[in-house]
């Protein structure tokens, strides 16, 4: 293992089962909470739990006028896994504003990727892991387009600031409280292009009623596997991820 790129959050969302808001503007303010647990913690593709389960929660305020904060965090298992002695936990911290214009919905927002007491910039080759993203997305009809910018160093790679990840998506209402979310995505590491790639899914999600929903996401990259060996696997492997989430 060399340099570490790309680990977590709002994962797909759907994905990670994070609870990330509505491009849609709220018509009131509201407070929500979501716990979770997850086969895999897949984020841009990529496992952060060793393609092993995560547990994961958030808490989330919307307020009416269309800004939003929130709070989310999960179990991983990369930054231990590439010889730093202590990272075991996530917490992303997250704001932004929402709201619609000429039939198109946006959302521009902040990133913060916490990696608590992360110990890996003691390891050689690596920086701190912590790192800051700014990001805009457009939805029109069932398509969505978001781009994501760090403005620091990415993921504990030396060097690697202006990296970005581009995301296309879409969501279709299947009807009976089923959806269907084709992705794909590129995730470009700026002075590293060959931890470069892109990673594609597909999530079948179904809402179970009284805040409790599940999902199955079939997800593949084509990540190099050096760079995306971290401690005993291969992290960019293709594999089907379950998960169950509720939230009230």
Request: proline share 4%; charged share 15%; no cysteine.
């Given at each position: 293992?060399?340099?570490?790129?790309v680990p977590t959050l709002i994962a797909s969302a759907i994905a990670s089962l994070a609870a990330v808001p509505s491009l849609?503007?709220?018509q009131e303010s509201t407070l929500s909470y979501n716990v979770g647990v997850v086969s895999d913690y897949r984020y841009r593709g990529i496992s952060q739990s060793r393609l092993e389960p995560a547990v994961q929660g958030g808490i989330d305020y919307a307020d009416k006028s269309g800004f939003y904060v929130g709070v989310w965090g999960s179990t991983i298992k990369w930054i231990k896994d590439s010889g730093a002695t202590k990272g075991n936990v996530e917490v992303d911290l997250y704001g932004g504003y929402k709201g619609t214009a000429g039939g198109v919905a946006y959302d521009?927002?902040?990133l913060r990727y916490e990696y608590v007491n992360n110990t890996l910039g003691n390891q050689s080759g690596f920086v701190n892991a912590n790192t800051n993203e700014v990001y805009g997305a457009l939805t029109y009809g069932v398509f969505t387009a978001k781009y994501s910018h760090a403005i620091s160093n990415l993921f504990g790679n030396p060097n690697s600031k202006n990296s970005y990840y581009l995301d296309l998506s879409a969501n279709f209402d299947l009807g009976n409280g089923f959806t269907l979310?084709?992705?794909v995505g590129r995730q470009m590491v700026n002075n590293l292009p060959t931890y470069s790639y892109n990673?594609?899914?597909v999530t079948l999600a179904k809402d179970l009623g009284n805040g409790l929903s599940a999902s199955l996401m079939l997800v593949d990259t084509n990540a190099k596997v050096t760079p995306y060996?971290?401690?005993p696997k291969y992290v960019g492997k293709s594999g089907a991820v379950v998960g169950?989430?509720?939230?009230?």
């Open positions: 293992m060399k340099k570490i790129l849609a503007q709220a521009v927002g902040f979310t084709p992705h990673d594609y899914s060996t971290w401690g169950l989430k509720y939230t009230f």
